[in-house]
């Protein structure tokens, strides 16, 4: 997409054929021209044993989402920690009467939010996607939610027990799910408009090239997103999990994970 100078790229792939990709994201100009929205959501998989909802994770992502969009486009007077908040209770509204919303694994998702003026930058970030502010001297400054990283090992389990314990919970970590209470939890911030020249947001499955495989710091993956292009950072990742044959790198974790990237020069 391209509009003035405004450059925005978005790829996505899902980590495997026989799956639905469980990530979002969009990207809203205004028709004034000045300004604009960017969304990353990341899904959580539910366990086999359920998440009490008779929805898919992708029909939950999707319709966050989309409010999402919706709300950071036509209510500027909204903080995006209000704009979460609201559309965490409308999502949860339809379908709070079919499903247990109650439910620790309900359908959830990271959420990655910037929006931008004539003025500033403004952001959100709740969980363990990954947004990224380029400056014009080149100087990259990341904006994480780290919450995940400071739990203890085997704090997070599949298991419904251990799980409930961290999930959602004081001491532990938030997702967007269906209380909107959390969207106080998010790392927020704003930034004046000149002192960033780019946005990269990535799902963590994307990166990993950072974060698993270390191939770079933050800079050299915003690099990368700049003279390559984002389908170019989702295809070095895949080469890098194709190649940990021996999972030196991927351990226990899953092979292939979706991954999402956008990039939007501003």
Known sequence: MQTGRMRIELATAPGSPERPNEDWAATALPASGQGGTLILLDGV?????????VHSVPWFTAR???MLVELSGSRPDLTLDEILAASIRHTA??????CDLSHVRTPQATVVMARWDEHEVEHLVLSDSVLLFEAYDGSVRPLLDDRLD???????????????????KEGGFFTAAADPS???RAVTGRTPLGQVRAIAALTDGAAR??????????ADCLGILHKEGT??????????????????????????DDATAVYAVL
């Open 209 to 218: 090239w950072t974060e698993m495989f270390h191939e770079g710091d933050w």
């Open 45 to 53: 998989t539910p366990p086999r044993g359920g998440d009490g909802c």
């Open 150 to 168: 400071r739990l203890p090992p085997g704090s997070l389990s599949t298991e419904a027990i251990a799980d409930a314990r961290v999930r959602n």
């Open 182 to 184: 959390v969207a106080a």
């Open 93 to 98: 509204d339809t379908h709070r009467s079919l």
């Open 64 to 66: 966050l989402g989309g």
């Open 231 to 256: 389908q170019a950072l989702i295809d070095r990742v895949r080469a890098l999990e194709d190649a940990d044959t021996e999972r030196r790198r991927l351990r226990r974790g899953k092979t292939h």
